[in-house]
């Protein structure tokens, strides 16, 4: 302890209480725990429900402002692919990035 610090005083043990696990005596410290790694970028969740919303607005847009009339049994499973070869794309840009800073990571 350094001077500038004073240590908390303990409470008293009160009957009853030394059984609950909220007034356990401290464990030894051992090692400390791992820094935690943060995941640096956009969260793959809110780029997918942006674009998501992107894309219904751009339809609504222009099913607004022509008259094209969508076919929904050719629609939806082009848009099902379409959502399919997206999370292909980024599956495979996140993999690649995640080895290109494996490489560049100084090993301990």
């Known amino acids: 302890m350094s001077d ?5 005083p303990r ?5 009853g209480q030394a059984d609950h696990p909220d007034h356990a ?9 791992p820094e935690p790694q943060w995941i640096s970028g956009p969260a793959p969740t809110t780029t997918l429900a942006g ?3 992107l894309v219904v607005a751009v339809l609504a847009g222009v099913r607004l402002t022509t008259d094209i009339d969508l076919d929904w049994s050719t629609a939806l499973p082009v848009a ?4 399919g070869v997206i999370f292909v794309l980024l599956g495979v840009v996140s993999l690649s990035v995640r080895a290109r800073r494996a490489e560049h990571r100084p090993t301990d």
Do not use: E, F, K
Not at 4 to 8: A, D, I, S, V
Not at 11 to 15: K, L, P, W
Not at 25 to 33: C, D, E, K, L, V
């Open 11 to 15: 409470a008293t043990d009160h009957a």
């Open 4 to 8: 500038r610090t004073t240590p908390l």
């Open 51 to 53: 674009l998501l919303a």
């Open 80 to 83: 099902g692919i379409a959502l």
């Open 25 to 33: 005596p401290p464990r030894s410290q051992g090692a400390a725990p």
